[in-house]
């Protein structure tokens, strides 16, 4: 069965550190892989996917994510985080051929001043 | 005007009265799902519907009922709300032809069952 995990429930980084949220996935074949990030009462949004290719893929307000096929992870990065980017952050993959995107629990991240 | 709208955005019932949740969008998508988002346990699929003649269940479809009426609309129903389907609902939508399978979300529905 396919799964992703989201580790950590929160994290906390001061404004201006950098900030890694985990993301690591279970699936037989190759996944599309994505981040989407929820304000609070708003629905989510698509931050940036990783289909195939470079590793490192760039998405929307300066974040990034890694793919790491060997430690089946897909953790989403950015330099220095900005209060603004307190939200909840979901992590989700595809398969094709299974017709759906199955989500992560969810990591909410508190950027403190 | 979103993308993705959903109505009501917020709705409080009673236990065993029907409530229906509308979606519609303009994205042209062909493809549409229902989510529901509970604390601690993300998103989880309740139905979802590839074309307007095809509907498939998901990981929760018991208590649940959709109807697709048009391409752009997706319904979902609780035919008797019951207190453990209070919840954020939301209603997504994607492209066939985009192959990545982004979706684009409604803000939701809030629905509390008293």
């Known amino acids: 069965a396919q799964s992703v995990a989201q580790p950590e429930d929160q994290v906390n980084v001061a404004e201006g550190n950098p900030l890694t949220v985990k993301c690591t996935y279970s699936v037989s074949g190759n996944p599309y892989l994505f981040w989407y990030v929820q304000y609070p009462n708003r629905g989510l949004q698509f931050l940036l996917k990783y289909i195939t290719g470079d590793n490192l893929v760039k998405g929307s307000y300066g974040f990034e994510a890694e793919f790491n096929k060997s430690q089946t992870s897909f953790h989403l990065k950015k330099p220095s985080a900005l209060v603004s980017d307190s939200a909840l952050y979901f992590c989700a993959m595809y398969l094709r051929g299974y017709q759906k995107v199955t989500f992560g629990t969810g990591t909410k991240l508190q950027v403190i001043p | 005007d979103a993308d993705v709208t959903q109505t009501p955005r917020n709705r409080i019932t009673k236990t065993g009265k029907r409530i229906m949740l509308e979606c519609s969008q303009t994205?042209?998508?062909?493809?549409m799902y229902w989510y529901r988002q509970d604390p601690g346990l993300g998103l989880r699929l309740i139905y979802y519907s590839f074309d307007v003649k095809d509907i498939n269940k998901g990981e929760i479809s018991d208590g649940y009922s959709v109807s697709r009426q048009a391409q752009a609309k997706f319904s979902l129903s609780l035919e008797s709300a019951i207190p453990n389907q209070t919840a954020l609902y939301f209603c997504a939508t994607s492209g066939s032809t985009s192959g990545a399978n982004v979706l684009t979300f409604g803000a939701g529905s809030r629905l509390t069952v008293l």
């Open positions: 994205k042209g998508h062909d493809r």
